[in-house]
């Protein structure tokens, strides 16, 4: 079946570390983004990638880095710089292209824990 | 970033009661959508809604894109247990970017 791939779970770092979130899809769409989820908001924009080889900054892109070398994989990477980076993390992805059909679909996200 | 207004942010019902939510924006979007999430998972998507004034059912839920393109909302009839989780709204404007509503949390009381 056609989806999203995100890994790991969860993940627990320490401060001052770097950690690298997975998404990964086989869904053939252009569009990929990266979303920070914290209780009682809504999900805010770190990363959007349109087309492979560019991406650009979200609301929230300070602190992180991703890279986007094949249509299918989006990486994120919290850096030690992300201030507060424990948080619940959704990768999303649509056909892009501008297509009216487009919706998001979900990965099941990967929860960072910063000890 | 824009976010949307959602309501009630949540939501005690008995089984079997309808439910309503709904979302508001200061910007006209040409896509509404609503999705669900439950603990520790990615939002499945519901429902979505492409042109104004259009009112589209997935089984027992509802959904309408309101006429002026700032506001949708969505309806859930006879709720059983398994309804209960997180309800996001989204809207994507022209420039396909998403902007989320802050979830109206559902619990379902047997």
């Known amino acids: 079946d056609g989806g999203i791939t995100q890994s790991p779970k969860y993940l627990f770092r320490k401060e001052g570390q770097n950690v690298t979130l997975s998404c990964e899809q086989n869904?053939?769409?252009?569009?990929m983004y990266w979303y920070r989820q914290d209780p009682g908001q809504g999900l805010r924009l770190i990363y959007y990638?349109?087309?492979?080889?560019?991406?650009q900054k979200g609301d929230i892109a300070e602190g992180y880095s991703v890279s986007r070398e094949k249509k299918e994989s989006f990486p994120l990477t919290v850096t030690s710089a992300q201030k507060n980076p424990t948080a619940f993390y959704l990768c999303?992805?649509?056909?892009?292209?501008?297509?009216?059909?487009?919706?998001?679909?979900f990965g099941a996200g990967s929860r960072l824990t910063v000890l | 970033g824009q976010q949307l207004n959602q309501s009630p942010q949540s939501m005690f019902i008995q089984e079997g009661e309808d439910v309503s939510m709904n979302c508001t924006s200061s910007?006209?979007?040409?896509?509404w959508l609503w999705y669900k999430q439950d603990p520790g998972e990615g939002p499945v998507l519901l429902i979505a809604l492409y042109k104004a004034g259009e009112l589209t059912s997935n089984g027992r839920l509802t959904a309408q894109f309101g006429i002026t393109r700032k506001d949708s909302f969505l309806n859930i009839s006879a709720s059983i247990p398994s309804d209960v989780g997180i309800y996001f709204c989204a809207g994507r404007n022209t420039g396909n970017q998403f902007y989320f509503g802050t979830g109206t949390s559902l619990t379902v009381i047997p």
């Open positions: 910007s006209i979007f040409n896509t």
């Open positions: 999303a992805s649509t056909p892009g292209g501008g297509s009216g059909a487009n919706v998001l679909t």
């Open positions: 869904l053939n769409h252009d569009a």
């Open positions: 990638s349109q087309i492979v080889n560019d991406f």
